[in-house]
C-alpha cells in the first residue's frame, strides 16, 4: 500500500484497524500543506503552519516486513521505525 496523499494517510488510518497484518507499506509525501509529525529532537521548520499528520499510526501494523520510505519529508528522530520484529527491509 502507497501512501502519497492525505487521502491515502486517512486510508492507511482505517486499514490500521481493519488490515494490522499488512506486511508492506511505502511512505511519500503528502499534498502541499500537510506533513508528518515531527520526530525527537527536529531540526528547524520553514513551513510550520502544515498540518501535521501522526507518523506513529505505522506501530500498529505489527507484521510489516518491508517499510519503503519515498520523498517522504520526515524530520527528526522516529525510533518506532526499527519497532517491527518481522521486518526484513527499510
Known sequence: FTVN??????????MATAL???????????????????GDDPHEQENE??????????????????LSLYIAPLNGRYPLLFQFPLLQKL
Open 5 to 14: 496523499s492525505v487521502i491515502k494517510y486517512n486510508a492507511m488510518r482505517a
Open 20 to 38: 494490522p497484518n499488512l506486511q508492506q507499506i511505502e511512505i511519500g509525501g503528502l499534498n502541499g500543506g500537510h506533513k508528518y509529525s515531527d
Open 49 to 66: 503552519n502544515d498540518t501535521p499528520h501522526a507518523i506513529d499510526i505505522l506501530s500498529r501494523f505489527r507484521n510489516l516486513r518491508l
